[in-house]
């Protein structure tokens, strides 16, 4: 049987799925539970939202990556379109490609303030979600809506599950989550099919897949990479093999670019038995775990054989998914969403994972879930500072609505049909859509990802995300019997926490450390300069204050697990 440090019944997916599943691209909207979820929507739209000029509000977010269209279209056929027409509003977006949170720092001592503001705060590292709750300036959504939406669906099916925890993390309940997942949501929109059931239970983004095709072109079997030197070992198979794309050399492993440092370091950690609890339950910065500095020796081992080239380390998304989609890629490790792998228009069907990679250490790969209702990823608030307060609340109700979540998905009859269970049939002309013109499951902000699995049946096909393919790969380490799961709620730590304890420069000048010295590890010219600077950037963080930041989140982690009835222990050392 599996092991599993916990026996929580399962709540929710984790949403360290950091970018769009296919659920939620199914239902890209938000969401919003609604008493008739298996009836068509209704256009429920006033006359008056219809006939006048849409107003034009201004969005902004710090998610760089997330890429809806930048210039609203007034065409019926887009999603754009359909928003104005029946909520009477426009957005002007604003997404800064780098320091987002930055600028919504200064937008906030400067009173300019956008009319909805998205923040996904990864980590709780910039703390901008606890800022805008504390400036005073972002509605507290239950005021916002009995005041100018007072028949809003929000008031009546907003899950209580994750309203509860969002009060408990803000003090208030103030935005609206993507890609939400709980008890309370499945009691309205109830997976279609066991297929759900286990991706909600399993899947992660976060972890390694492999070319299949060429595997077989260099004679290597799946199954040997299951350890971390079958892995080198056909890596070094591959390299020398000298195979090539379109004359191209093939990539024998890619990591996630820049992101490396927290997607790639946190997946091979993981599978190398790292964790944050050590073998007496205490909490411990990652860095300290032995699985991550052997993840650091495996990638530096890696760039000294040439299997890495260090100008990955500088790479942004869109060119690791460029380097996916030429097909020259043998293996990645990192987020799997940041790739486009899984797209129908990329067809590339051949992608599998030898999750979990056993480290050389012996010791047993972990995996921490969040089966306890979470608050989300992306959250959207709304400005006090705005000029059009009861359009903005309807627009969010429509977003959020069951009505909202059908269109998320297009043009009914064009875009998708609908079957007599109502469920979602995406449509030859579907599949084409460009959701950066269209708007058709762009908005990320309002995934929900239960209602996804709802309205969707089980996949049949290999492409798309959350298709046969992209489900094998993101749940292979979780399903493995290899693999000992654990529900890592009691780690959670709400914003604001390390700030109220005074050590928030601390912390973010350690995190800038850590991640400049993790480069210089991983580059290093061998193994014992590695260990050597490793060793040296422990102590130094040590010295900055990271042990004093641990005491707090031990002090923070014990409650929370007392509270949840969750015990904490490390798995390894």
């Given at each position: 049987m599996k092991k599993s440090v916990s026996s929580t019944v399962l709540s929710t997916a984790s949403i360290l799925v950091l970018v769009v599943s296919a659920?939620?691209?199914?239902?890209?909207?938000?969401?919003?539970?609604?008493?008739?979820?298996?009836?068509?929507?209704?256009?429920?739209?006033?006359?008056?939202?219809?006939?006048?000029?849409?107003?034009?509000?201004?969005?902004?977010?710090?998610?760089?990556?997330?890429?809806?269209?930048?210039?609203?279209?007034?065409?019926?056929n887009t999603f754009m379109g359909v928003i104005s027409k029946k909520t009477g509003v426009k957005f002007a977006m604003n997404i800064p490609p780098q320091d987002g949170d930055t600028k919504l720092s200064l937008m906030l001592v400067s009173g300019d303030i956008p009319d909805v503001?998205?923040?996904?705060?990864?980590?709780?590292?910039?703390?901008?979600?606890?800022?805008?709750?504390?400036?005073?300036k972002v509605w507290s959504l239950d005021e916002l809506i009995k005041k100018y939406d007072p028949n809003s669906h929000l008031l009546k099916d907003f899950p209580n599950d994750i309203k509860n925890e969002l009060i408990k993390r803000d003090g208030g309940w103030y935005a609206i989550p993507s890609h939400i997942s709980s008890d309370d949501l499945r009691k309205t929109y109830p997976p279609s099919s066991q297929y759900y059931i286990d991706r909600t239970k399993y899947q992660y983004n976060d972890t390694i897949m492999v070319n299949s095709k060429m595997l077989e072109q260099a004679g290597i079997d799946i199954n040997s990479l299951g350890t971390e030197q079958g892995l080198l070992d056909a890596l070094k198979k591959i390299k020398e093999s000298n195979l090539k794309v379109d004359g191209a050399d093939v990539i024998p492993l890619l990591l996630d670019g820049k992101n490396y440092w927290d997607t790639t370091m946190r997946s091979i950690t993981s599978q190398f038995g790292g964790m944050n609890v050590d073998e007496k339950g205490n909490y411990r910065d990652l860095i300290y775990s032995s699985g991550y500095k052997h993840a650091l020796e495996f990638i530096n081992k890696s760039v000294n054989a040439g299997f890495i080239d260090p100008s990955e380390f500088t790479m942004d998304?869109?060119?690791?998914?460029?380097?996916?989609?030429?097909?020259?890629?043998?293996?990645?490790?990192?987020?799997?969403?940041?790739?486009?792998?899984?797209?129908?228009?990329?067809?590339?069907?051949?992608?599998?994972?030898?999750?979990?990679?056993?480290?050389?250490?012996?010791?047993?790969?972990?995996?921490?879930?969040?089966?306890?209702?979470?608050?989300?990823?992306?959250?959207?608030?709304?400005?006090?500072?705005?000029?059009?307060p009861e359009k903005a609340i309807k627009w969010l109700s429509y977003m959020t609505s069951n009505e909202g979540l059908y269109d998320s998905n297009g043009i009914e009859g064009t875009n998708y049909t609908l079957d007599k269970n109502k469920m979602i049939h995406i449509t030859e002309e579907g599949a084409k859509n460009d959701s950066t013109k269209t708007g058709i499951w762009a908005y990320w902000a309002f995934a929900n990802t239960d209602w996804g699995n709802h309205v969707n049946e089980a996949p049949t096909k290999q492409l798309g995300t959350g298709g046969l393919m992209d489900t094998a790969v993101t749940t292979a380490f979780a399903r493995s019997e290899k693999t000992t799961i654990f529900e890592r709620s009691p780690l959670d730590v709400p914003p604001g926490f390390i700030q109220s304890k005074g050590l928030g420069n601390q912390e973010t000048e350690i995190k800038n450390f850590v991640q400049a010295e993790v480069a210089k590890i991983i580059t290093a010219k061998d193994l014992s300069e590695a260990d050597t600077l490793y060793n040296n950037m422990v102590k130094k963080a040590t010295s900055m204050g990271l042990d004093k930041i641990d005491a707090a989140k031990d002090e923070l982690m014990k409650k929370q697990s007392k509270e949840m009835g969750i015990p904490m222990k490390g798995i390894n050392e």
């Open positions: 659920l939620s691209l199914a239902g890209c909207g938000s969401k919003t539970p609604t008493p008739n979820a298996t009836q068509a929507p209704q256009n429920t739209a006033k006359a008056a939202g219809e006939t006048a000029e849409p107003v034009t509000l201004n969005w902004f977010s710090d998610v760089s990556f997330w890429n809806p269209p930048m210039t609203w279209s007034s065409d019926p503001i998205t923040v996904a705060d990864p980590g709780n590292t910039t703390n901008i979600i606890s800022k805008l709750v504390k400036s005073g998304t869109n060119a690791t998914a460029a380097a996916i989609v030429s097909g020259r890629v043998f293996a990645f490790w990192g987020n799997t969403a940041n790739t486009h792998y899984a797209d129908d228009k990329t067809n590339q069907p051949f992608w599998k994972s030898p999750a979990p990679v056993l480290s050389s250490t012996g010791a047993k790969p972990v995996m921490g879930m969040h089966y306890r209702p979470t608050v989300g990823w992306m959250q959207t608030f709304i400005s006090k500072t705005t000029k059009e």
